[in-house]
């Protein structure tokens, strides 16, 4: 007999971009055909550009666990919610060291194997300018156009109200 397996499914974005020395929330979810089991785990890893072996992040059991050592020690705290089926957690003061692939695996028994979330991490020394330029330049004209259309509709109010006195100014005088 063949028994079928059931898989969790891990999600997450595939490339983020961050600025160096700021905070980055790496989120993960996952879909498990099983119920929440008691026995739940996510692990994540890291592997850096340099495809170095890989080194612990982060582990969930029960409870968060943060890593005793390495590059992550004091730097990574836990901002899921199992019940909502997110393990996500925050990575502080990024640098470029920080570039390479972060992966989220959870497993959630009787579920077996299924998917592993990968993230390529970029961080960057600052947002560049056309991006800045780009967001300063949209804001902008959208400012500039509401200011616009409220200044066409009490000009065209103020117009339409001289020739309703006009008329009545007319009106008056023919009586």
């Known amino acids: 007999a063949v028994w079928p397996v059931a898989a969790v499914e891990v999600h997450t974005s595939k490339e983020v971009d961050a600025v160096n020395g700021t905070n980055l929330r790496l989120?993960?979810?996952?879909?498990?055909?099983?119920?929440?089991?008691?026995?739940l785990s996510a692990t994540w890893n890291f592997q850096p550009e340099d495809q170095s072996s890989h080194e612990p992040v982060f582990y969930y059991l029960k409870e968060p666990y943060k890593p005793p050592t390495g590059r992550f020690k004091e730097r990574v705290t836990w901002d899921g919610n199992i019940e909502?089926?997110?393990?996500?957690?925050?990575?502080?003061?990024?640098?470029?060291?920080?570039?390479?692939?972060?992966?989220?695996q959870v497993k959630?028994?009787?579920?077996?194997?299924?998917t592993i979330g990968e993230v390529r991490l970029r961080v960057v020394q600052?947002?560049?300018?056309?991006?800045?330029?780009?967001?300063?330049?949209?804001?902008?004209?959208?400012?500039?156009?509401?200011?616009?259309?409220?200044?066409?509709?009490?000009?065209?109010?103020?117009?339409?109200?001289?020739?309703?006195?006009?008329?009545?100014?007319?009106?008056?005088?023919?009586?």
């Not at 979810?29 to 026995?39: G, K």
Request: proline residues 4%; contains cysteine.
């Open 27 to 39: 989120k993960c979810t996952f879909s498990s055909s099983s119920p929440l089991s008691q026995h």
């Open 84 to 104: 909502r089926h997110d393990v996500s957690i925050v990575l502080w003061n990024l640098q470029p060291t920080d570039n390479g692939t972060f992966t989220c």
């Open 108 to 114: 959630n028994p009787p579920d077996f194997g299924g």
């Open 126 to 175: 600052k947002v560049h300018f056309s991006e800045i330029h780009f967001l300063a330049v949209a804001i902008g004209s959208a400012c500039v156009l509401m200011i616009a259309v409220v200044i066409v509709v009490i000009i065209c109010r103020h117009h339409r109200k001289k020739v309703q006195e006009k008329r009545m100014e007319v009106a008056d005088a023919e009586l």
